[in-house]
């Protein structure tokens, strides 16, 4: 199957509420939205739904920006949630962008 050019994503900024983006379906752009390079965490049991955050955010002192409870970690810096296709990144569906947008809306205040 072909690789998507461009991709649905739903970005979360610190101290911002979810944001919904399209993006190049390349490294250079998703490095782009999180400010560096790029790290792969799983959102619990979805299988399909993928968060993608700063490496190294909190070694470089990002601003906090959620805490992961079943990763019991915070993410520091900007990161996002796209969707996964085998080994490929594709487009949310309208469906998991709604689902992406409320899955961390509540802005917790990590100190």
Do not use: H, W
């Not at 199957?1 to 190049?24: C, F, H, L, N, S």
């Not at 490496?55 to 996002?80: K, M, V, W």
């Not at 796209?82 to 917790?108: D, I, K, V, Y």
Request: hydrophobic share 40%; net charge negative.
């Amino acid at each position: 199957m072909k690789k998507d050019a461009q991709i649905r994503i739903v970005v979360y900024a610190p101290g911002q509420p979810p944001e919904a983006r399209t993006i190049d379906n390349k490294l250079s752009s998703m490095q782009e939205v999180v400010g560096g390079k790029i790290e792969l965490f799983p959102l619990g049991e979805d299988e399909v739904l993928e968060g993608i955050c700063n490496d190294e955010g909190l070694l470089e002192g990002l601003e906090f920006n959620r805490y992961i409870p079943y990763l019991q970690t915070i993410i520091a810096g900007t990161f996002y949630i796209t969707a996964s296709r085998g080994a490929e990144f594709r487009s949310l569906t309208p469906a998991e962008e709604a689902r992406a947008m409320q899955l961390f809306a509540r802005q917790e205040v990590i100190r």
